[in-house]
């Protein structure tokens, strides 16, 4: 009896550190996304039962300028969640005023990698919009590439540029790349809680699904699309617990 009684206290304790955890993640969330003419925004963190440290933020730049992020923290539960409040505040400080995306980012890493005793990292996209030019200035410190979707359907591009993941060394170099949008198009931020889900034959959801259901679903608004390409997964891995955060970011160029 006292075998199991001590088994239930763990199993109560884990369900409160989770629930610690998942608070601390939501808390750190937007509200809502910002209202930026000529651009949907929509954006949506479904935590596991193991929360993560997925995050993502729309930073105010300037009067004119948006920071959108999105992030990746390795591990779980409780530290994965402050490390990702972390991560979050860093990358906010540094953002606000009107440093190059690859500078914010830079100087957000050293002052993770001067606190991280844990030996922790994150992964992030990090893109700087100017609605009124159309242009995404972006550096990708080791995260999976987005997605820009055209109006014409087969040019796909892939947000990638050369850098590492936060917190793993002091004075990295991030190349800053930048992308001219056009109306009609469709950028997708995901973390790979959306591709790497698996189905009861363990294969992965994986980019091209992403790919198909947002060209199967591109005349939606920002905010039902995202929807959908939950649902989609939600489907795909219905058999399997959902083992990590899914977190996506869409915009469109409206």
Known sequence: AAEKDRYRRELERQAYEMET??????SFLPESPPQIEGIELAALNAPAKEVGGDFYDFIPISTDKWGLVIADVSGKGVSAALF?????????ANATGNLTASKAIERANDLITEDDRA???VTLFYCILDPTQKTLTYVNAGHNFPLVLREDGNDIIMLEAKGIALGVMPNIELEEKEITLRQGDIVALYTDGVTEAIDDRE???GVQRLISVIEENRNLPASELIKRIQQKVTEFSQAQPQFDDLTLMILKVV
């Open 84 to 92: 990702m409040a972390l991560s979050r505040t860093l990358v906010r």
């Open 21 to 26: 955890a998942r608070g601390i993640q939501q």
């Open 119 to 121: 030996n922790m990292f």
């Open 203 to 205: 294969e992965q959801f």
